[in-house]
Protein backbone atom coordinates (compact mmCIF):
# COMPACT_ATOMS: atom_id res chain seq x y z
CA UNK A 1 0.00 0.00 0.00
CA UNK A 2 1.91 3.01 -1.25
CA UNK A 3 0.29 6.39 -1.59
CA UNK A 4 2.62 9.36 -3.03
CA UNK A 5 5.79 7.41 -2.72
CA UNK A 6 5.15 6.34 1.32
CA UNK A 7 4.20 3.36 2.52
CA UNK A 8 0.34 3.51 4.28
CA UNK A 9 1.76 1.90 7.64
CA UNK A 10 4.48 4.22 7.87
CA UNK A 11 5.42 4.17 11.86
CA UNK A 12 4.80 7.34 13.65
CA UNK A 13 6.87 10.12 12.35
CA UNK A 14 7.92 11.15 16.09
CA UNK A 15 8.73 7.59 17.44
CA UNK A 16 11.71 7.03 15.94
CA UNK A 17 13.07 10.74 15.76
CA UNK A 18 16.12 11.69 18.15
CA UNK A 19 14.84 12.51 21.31
CA UNK A 20 17.01 15.82 23.28
CA UNK A 21 19.28 14.93 25.86
CA UNK A 22 16.43 15.81 29.23
CA UNK A 23 13.98 13.36 27.12
CA UNK A 24 16.05 10.63 26.63
CA UNK A 25 17.19 10.83 30.82
CA UNK A 26 14.08 11.07 31.81
CA UNK A 27 12.75 7.97 29.86
CA UNK A 28 15.97 6.52 30.89
CA UNK A 29 15.03 7.32 34.92
CA UNK A 30 11.79 6.18 34.37
CA UNK A 31 12.60 2.86 33.21
CA UNK A 32 14.96 2.72 36.30
CA UNK A 33 13.27 3.87 38.98
CA UNK A 34 10.18 1.85 38.25
CA UNK A 35 12.10 -1.71 38.13
CA UNK A 36 12.13 -4.56 40.39
CA UNK A 37 15.80 -4.19 40.97
CA UNK A 38 15.76 -0.62 41.91
CA UNK A 39 12.89 -1.22 44.44
CA UNK A 40 15.06 -4.44 45.86
CA UNK A 41 18.42 -2.57 45.39
CA UNK A 42 16.93 0.50 47.56
CA UNK A 43 15.49 -1.25 49.95
CA UNK A 44 19.04 -3.25 50.18
CA UNK A 45 20.56 -0.25 50.78
CA UNK A 46 18.03 1.16 53.87
CA UNK A 47 18.17 -1.97 55.53
CA UNK A 48 22.41 -1.39 55.30
CA UNK A 49 22.27 1.60 56.26
CA UNK A 50 20.13 1.28 59.27
CA UNK A 51 22.07 -2.10 60.32
CA UNK A 52 25.43 -0.12 60.23
CA UNK A 53 24.73 2.41 61.32
CA UNK A 54 23.46 0.35 64.84
CA UNK A 55 26.38 -2.12 64.29
CA UNK A 56 28.60 1.01 64.46
CA UNK A 57 26.44 2.73 67.64
CA UNK A 58 28.12 5.62 69.39
CA UNK A 59 30.48 6.19 66.47
CA UNK A 60 27.67 5.77 63.63
CA UNK A 61 27.55 8.37 61.42
CA UNK A 62 24.19 9.07 61.14
CA UNK A 63 22.46 7.50 64.47
CA UNK A 64 18.62 7.07 64.90
CA UNK A 65 16.37 8.71 63.90
CA UNK A 66 18.30 8.22 61.14
CA UNK A 67 18.34 12.07 59.68
CA UNK A 68 20.90 12.14 56.97
CA UNK A 69 19.25 8.66 55.32
CA UNK A 70 15.49 10.75 55.58
CA UNK A 71 17.58 13.46 53.61
CA UNK A 72 18.80 11.22 51.04
CA UNK A 73 15.16 10.19 50.61
CA UNK A 74 13.57 12.58 50.61
CA UNK A 75 16.27 14.36 47.96
CA UNK A 76 15.38 11.16 45.76
CA UNK A 77 11.50 11.15 46.05
CA UNK A 78 11.94 15.16 44.80
CA UNK A 79 13.63 13.78 42.10
CA UNK A 80 12.08 10.92 40.96
CA UNK A 81 8.92 12.83 40.94
CA UNK A 82 10.64 15.65 38.51
CA UNK A 83 11.75 12.73 36.44
CA UNK A 84 8.31 11.02 36.40
CA UNK A 85 6.55 13.44 35.38
CA UNK A 86 8.69 14.66 32.50
CA UNK A 87 8.64 11.83 31.16
CA UNK A 88 4.81 11.17 31.62
CA UNK A 89 4.05 14.83 30.04
CA UNK A 90 6.33 13.25 26.98
CA UNK A 91 4.46 10.08 26.45
CA UNK A 92 1.31 11.79 26.87
CA UNK A 93 2.17 13.85 23.91
CA UNK A 94 3.44 11.27 21.95
CA UNK A 95 0.43 8.99 22.61
CA UNK A 96 -2.15 12.20 21.20
CA UNK A 97 0.16 12.57 18.39
CA UNK A 98 -0.18 8.76 17.54
CA UNK A 99 -3.94 8.59 18.09
CA UNK A 100 -4.18 11.71 15.27
CA UNK A 101 -1.60 9.78 12.96
CA UNK A 102 -3.54 6.69 13.49
CA UNK A 103 -6.93 9.02 12.94
CA UNK A 104 -4.90 10.24 9.38
CA UNK A 105 -4.18 6.34 8.45
CA UNK A 106 -7.74 5.48 9.09
CA UNK A 107 -9.12 8.28 7.09
CA UNK A 108 -6.65 7.51 3.98
CA UNK A 109 -7.62 3.28 4.58
CA UNK A 110 -11.40 4.58 4.28
CA UNK A 111 -11.22 7.11 1.50
CA UNK A 112 -9.27 3.59 -0.63
CA UNK A 113 -11.96 1.71 0.37
CA UNK A 114 -14.64 4.04 -0.57
CA UNK A 115 -12.60 4.67 -3.90
CA UNK A 116 -12.46 0.53 -4.07
CA UNK A 117 -16.52 0.16 -3.61
CA UNK A 118 -16.93 2.56 -6.50
CA UNK A 119 -14.96 0.43 -8.58
CA UNK A 120 -16.25 -2.62 -7.99
CA UNK A 121 -19.84 -1.50 -8.68
CA UNK A 122 -18.95 0.35 -12.02
CA UNK A 123 -17.15 -3.24 -12.92
CA UNK A 124 -20.26 -4.78 -11.71
CA UNK A 125 -22.06 -2.29 -14.33
CA UNK A 126 -19.92 -3.11 -16.71
CA UNK A 127 -19.80 -6.61 -16.91
CA UNK A 128 -24.07 -6.56 -16.60
CA UNK A 129 -23.43 -4.30 -19.66
CA UNK A 130 -21.44 -6.58 -21.71
CA UNK A 131 -23.64 -9.44 -20.54
CA UNK A 132 -26.50 -8.00 -21.78
CA UNK A 133 -25.52 -7.19 -25.29
CA UNK A 134 -23.63 -10.76 -25.39
CA UNK A 135 -27.47 -12.72 -24.93
CA UNK A 136 -28.94 -9.98 -27.20
CA UNK A 137 -30.68 -11.52 -30.52
Known amino acids: MVKHGRA???AH??????????ERAAD??????????FLIALNAFIVGWIILN????????????????NLG?????????????????RGDRLNA???LHTQHNTDEL????????????EIRELRAAVEGKDSAP
Open 97 to 99: EVA
Open 13 to 22: PHVGNELSVG
Open 54 to 69: EVLGRGAFDPFPFILL
Open 8 to 10: LWD
Open 110 to 121: MEMNRRQLQMLT
Open 73 to 89: LSWLAAQQGGALQIAAN
Open 28 to 37: RLKSTFGSWS
